[in-house]
């Protein structure tokens, strides 16, 4: 095996790792709180320390695992005062990246070719019960959103969230009867409105966006 080859495989094995770690986290199987140790995820799954340790190292990074000296790495915990907090300046950017989007297009409209066909595969994932890929478009239904807005820095901004680490941890600690169908519908409404190219409404549209979200986390 080349070196080039290597390391792609390494890459794949600490990806696989990762979402191992993830759905475990999300299944109830691993708790906030929990103590992970990597010789035993090494064992559990057949693969070598080195993939585990990178692993870990990106779902630190991502915000689902913390670390402390001496008291090893577990999943973080978080209250929901933090997701409130989390979710008011999400509001905020998403709201920004609306204004910017439209007034970068001579037009003033927004082009939404990317943000429908993002919607339509949520619907095929709701449909076919395919929740991870679901979770994962629904971030990148607003992420392309403020991607739109052609500012890196709001983009940065934004992705420095840990966008993925948050729905996913409150979508299952705090919404465990969320359905698909609902999680993808809820885009259809907020697309709706960006349709309408008004941004008052739009503004609005956010704000609602996420307060019926919170709602489903039981906030």
């Known amino acids: 095996m080349t070196e080039g080859n290597t390391v792609i495989h390494r890459r794949v094995l600490r990806d696989e790792v990762a979402d191992y770690l993830v759905d475990a ?9 929990e103590k992970i140790v990597e010789t035993r995820i090494s064992k559990e799954l057949q693969v070598s320390q080195g993939a585990v340790r990178e692993a870990i190292r990106d779902l630190i990074a991502q915000g689902f695992l913390e670390t402390e000296p001496y008291k090893g790495t577990r999943v973080r915990e978080f209250s929901p005062e933090e997701l409130g907090d989390y979710y008011a300046v999400r509001i905020a950017l998403e709201k920004r990246a609306v204004q910017w989007a439209r007034e970068r297009q001579a037009s003033g409209e927004l082009d939404l070719t990317e943000l429908r066909a993002i919607a339509a595969k949520m619907h095929q994932c709701a449909a076919s019960g395919d929740t991870k890929n679901l979770r994962k478009l629904d971030i990148d239904f ?4 403020v991607r739109a807005s052609g500012n890196a820095f709001l983009l940065r901004a934004w992705e420095s969230l840990g966008n993925y680490y948050w729905a996913c941890l409150g979508i299952h600690y705090g919404a465990k009867g969320i359905h698909p169908a609902r999680q993808a519908s809820l885009h259809d409404d907020l697309l709706a409105v960006l349709e309408g190219q008004d941004m008052a409404a739009v503004g609005g549209a956010i704000e609602e966006h996420f307060a019926d979200i919170r709602k489903l986390f039981g906030q």
Request: proline share 8%; glycine share 16%.
């Open 25 to 33: 986290i999300l299944s109830g199987a691993f708790r906030p709180g």
């Open 142 to 145: 607003h992420k392309a959103l």
